[in-house]
């Protein structure tokens, strides 16, 4: 009898699931419409719909006329049911934002990081500040949380104790989630910054529509997300995606993961900044890294524009190495660095893309720029909570402490 009763409730949860997700992404629709969308009978979504409304998941949007018949009433998502926190970490910043249920940003802090002073303590002391400062935003209620979602730079272990493998000796096995939980309550996410930016792109952005995809992060920087029919692709230790540390050249420039000739090291936009002051007697030690890189990207001097050439060849160079490894339907630039290094260089990074990858994968494959812009990490952070509301049918209820 009770495996009868568990067998009702899923799929009572898997239609509420499938409910859900369709006026997600395609609301405002009618009752109708999800029936004819989601494969189910009109009983059952009459009856899926009824307990949405009483539950206030779901409101009426208006109505649509029908042909020759009454009005159809349309619904979606209720916006202001929940809301979700996503949190960049940055070389140069931490980010927080606050979002309602359709991701619209209700409130965001962002915290500034100095470059070379990336200490832990201060990176979660930051990320607490930012949620209390967004929880108390007038327009936030602090009760209808349903969680904080982290994106990072590094690798994410998840194990008994989540643990975070940076790229520098401050973030060396450093177990955020238990420090984190010292200052808040709230339920936590954390995932890699690449991931959490190519699940935005692929929900909203530029990777709508595809199942294979990889999301090329580049800021400080370099990573990716990859996407393999329909979900990430994370490996065995979940460090798929460190494409900023495979090696172009063995006796390149040093890295800071320890190595040499890495990607990083010739496309990141800490190493075009180093290389481009290096090119000055008396650089302004006083720029933040965005104003730097810009500063490089501007400069109209012969050796400057050869550098700035140079790296997006390179960065051509390593997307042709993911087109041969990974047979993508697309790889989108993001990042904003990238999206900096693409705004006059796109044709030159596809043009060494295409004579260094093999011919017949590149011809199938679409090199774009991401829609969403340099925020998209946060974004992505927070779409882990929605991504797990939608599948559990809309029961993560708050509160969830």
Not at 112 to 119: A, F, R, T
Not at 241 to 262: I, N, V, Y
Not at 323 to 329: C, H, M
Request: charged fraction near 20%; charge should be negative.
């Amino acid at each position: 009898m009770r495996e009868n009763s568990q067998t009702v409730h899923d799929l009572r949860r898997g239609n509420r699931a499938t409910v859900l997700r369709r006026l997600y992404f395609d609301g405002p629709v009618s009752r109708q419409e999800l029936a004819a969308g989601t494969g189910l009978s009109q009983a059952s979504v009459s009856n899926v719909v009824g307990q949405l409304v009483e539950e206030q998941l779901v409101v009426e949007a208006g109505t649509v006329g029908s042909d020759g018949g009454r009005p159809r009433g349309l619904l979606r998502v209720n916006p202001r049911q929940s809301t979700v926190i996503g949190v960049e970490v940055a070389e140069t910043w931490v980010r927080v934002k606050a979002f309602d249920l359709t991701l619209a940003v209700l409130a965001e802090q962002t915290l500034p990081i100095e470059p070379d002073n990336q200490d832990r303590d201060l990176v979660i002391s930051h990320i607490l500040t930012g949620l209390a400062k967004v929880q108390a935003a007038d327009n936030v209620d602090p009760e209808r949380i349903l969680g904080v979602g982290v994106g990072v730079p590094g690798l994410v272990e998840q194990g008994a104790e989540l643990l975070v493998h940076g790229h520098t000796p401050a973030w060396h096995t450093v177990p955020l989630e238990t420090l984190l939980r010292k200052g808040t309550d709230l339920p936590l996410h954390i995932d890699n910054g690449a991931n959490t930016m190519g699940q935005a792109e692929m929900w909203f952005g530029a990777g709508r529509g595809a199942q294979h995809a990889v999301i090329a992060l580049i800021g400080s920087g370099v990573g990716a997300g990859v996407i393999a029919e329909g979900n990430p692709f994370r490996g065995a230790r979940r460090s798929a995606g460190e494409w900023g540390h495979t090696t172009l050249a063995l006796d390149g420039p040093p890295c800071r993961c320890g190595s040499q000739g890495c990607l990083e090291s010739y496309t990141g936009a800490a190493a075009i900044v180093a290389r481009h002051r290096a090119l000055h007697p008396t650089p302004d030690p006083l720029l933040d890294e965005e104003s730097a890189f810009r500063k490089a990207l501007a400069d109209p001097s012969p050796q400057a524009q050869a550098l700035i050439q140079e790296s997006a060849r390179y960065l051509g160079a390593g997307i042709a190495n993911l087109i041969n490894l990974f047979n993508p339907e697309r790889i989108l630039l993001g990042g904003w660095a990238g999206l900096l290094l693409a705004e006059d260089n796109l044709p030159l990074i596809r043009d060494t893309a295409r004579r260094y990858a093999l011919h017949h994968p590149f011809d199938g494959t679409q090199i774009a720029l991401c829609q969403l812009g340099p925020d998209a990490i946060a974004l992505g952070a927070a779409t882990l909570w929605v991504n797990r509301f939608l599948r559990a049918g809309g029961k993560l209820t708050p509160p969830l402490r």
